[in-house]
Nanobody, 116 residues
Framework: QVQLVESGGGLVQPGGSLRLSCAAS????????VNWYRQAAGKERELVAASTSGGPYIKYADSVKGRFTLSRDNAKNTVYLQMNSLNSDDTAVYYC?????????WGQGIQVTVSS
């Protein structure tokens, strides 16, 4: 079964850090484009970070540049999103996806809440 499973979300105080993981099963993605998106309540889904065709170039949204880092562990078939200096604007459901020739695979999403 082809799927992506996110983990590592939760509640964090402003200024804190979280690391999200996105593990793939049923396929490998070492040469695929991998993205992290997020969707806050009442807002459209936005692209947070993108790693194209296996890297090494990674693009970030201006709102997270310098604070978030996307990394890939192809041996573990997992992609990560390290999030530092979090603020309330980062509160959202975060999704990973992998672009495959058969179609894009999405994870189920994971909640990140930044609040004191």
């Amino acid at each position: 079964q082809v799927q992506l499973v996110e983990s590592g979300g939760g509640l964090v105080q402003p200024g804190g850090s979280l690391r999200l993981s996105c593990a793939a099963s049923g396929f490998t993605f070492s040469t695929n484009t991998v993205n992290w998106y997020r969707q806050a309540a009442g807002k459209e889904r936005e692209l947070v970070a993108a790693s194209t065709s296996g890297g090494p170039y990674i693009k970030y949204a201006d709102s997270v540049k310098g604070r978030f880092t996307l990394s890939r562990d192809n041996a573990k078939n997992t992609v990560y999103l390290q999030m530092n200096s979090l603020n309330s604007d980062d509160t959202a459901v975060y999704y990973c996806n992998v672009v495959r020739w058969t179609g894009t695979v999405w994870g189920q999403g994971i909640q990140v809440t930044v609040s004191s």
